[in-house]
């Protein structure tokens, strides 16, 4: 039986990238995906026919996580479509690379409305929503632990997202997981753009296995973290950046 048989689960921000890959990952371990996207709406529906065409079931639904109406329409539909949720994986994100004192108040603000208020959005409703039993991974980042210069507010939402997962693993009960899980850097193409060959070479020299990440080995964790196998870890921040910190 493949470890996700039966299980519905969301995937914020599931349209490109990492996102994409645990929505791929998880749909051949059995799950139901709900993609969700809030404007790559082609992408999300290239994602579906993937899952699809491979065997799998999946379902995009756009919804804007820092929404709070589009969130708990995201949730509700979801539940009228397939009858419950088991899993939520908080994935959508936004980054603005920058020094602090070049930041714009918007930067601040839509940062901090996607990556912090999009994850308290999804996780009031998971609050009464997901099925007893269920597990809640919020994305985060191994920048957390550095001191990347321009990554300072981008850090500090994901510092933000790491507590709001300890805390709120202690409040929901009904034997609900929650887990952060932390990449390092990934070869995805929001990350890579903008982005020099010397300063690519300098991540990947940093860890371990001397190269980048590639959105699969970050979707196996989520795939073991979004399973029953991983029911007895809760709370934690799972660093997933090959020995990088």
Request: no cysteine; net charge neutral.
């Amino acid at each position: 039986m493949k470890t996700l048989e039966n299980k519905v689960i969301i995937v914020t921000g599931a349209s490109r990238g990492i996102g994409r890959e645990i929505a791929i990952q998880l749909a051949k371990n059995g799950a139901t995906v709900i993609v969700n996207y809030s404007n790559s709406k082609l992408e999300a529906e290239e994602t579906v026919e993937t899952i699809i065409n491979e065997g799998g079931k999946a379902l995009a639904i756009k919804a804007d996580v820092s929404n709070k109406t589009e969130v708990t329409d995201l949730f509700d539909k979801t539940i009228s479509t397939y009858g419950r949720i088991d899993v939520l994986i908080n994935n959508a994100g936004i980054m603005i690379s920058k020094a602090i004192k070049d930041n714009t108040e918007d930067d601040f603000t839509n940062q901090f409305n996607v990556n912090v208020k999009g994850v308290f959005n999804t996780l009031q409703e998971a609050f009464h929503k997901l099925s007893d039993n269920g597990n809640i991974i919020n994305i985060s980042s191994s920048t957390v632990k550095l001191m990347f210069p321009t990554y300072a507010l981008y850090s500090a939402s994901k510092a933000a997202v790491e507590q709001m997962t300890r805390v709120f693993s202690k409040e929901v009960g009904r034997g609900i997981s929650v887990n952060a899980l932390a990449p390092g850097a990934t070869e995805t193409e929001l990350f890579l753009n903008g982005k020099s060959q010397e300063f690519i070479d300098k991540l990947s020299s940093m860890n371990a296995f001397n190269r980048l990440a590639k959105p699969i080995d970050i979707a196996k964790i989520a795939v073991f973290l979004a399973s029953d196998d991983s029911k007895w870890i809760s709370g934690q921040v799972v660093g997933a950046n090959g020995a990088l910190i």
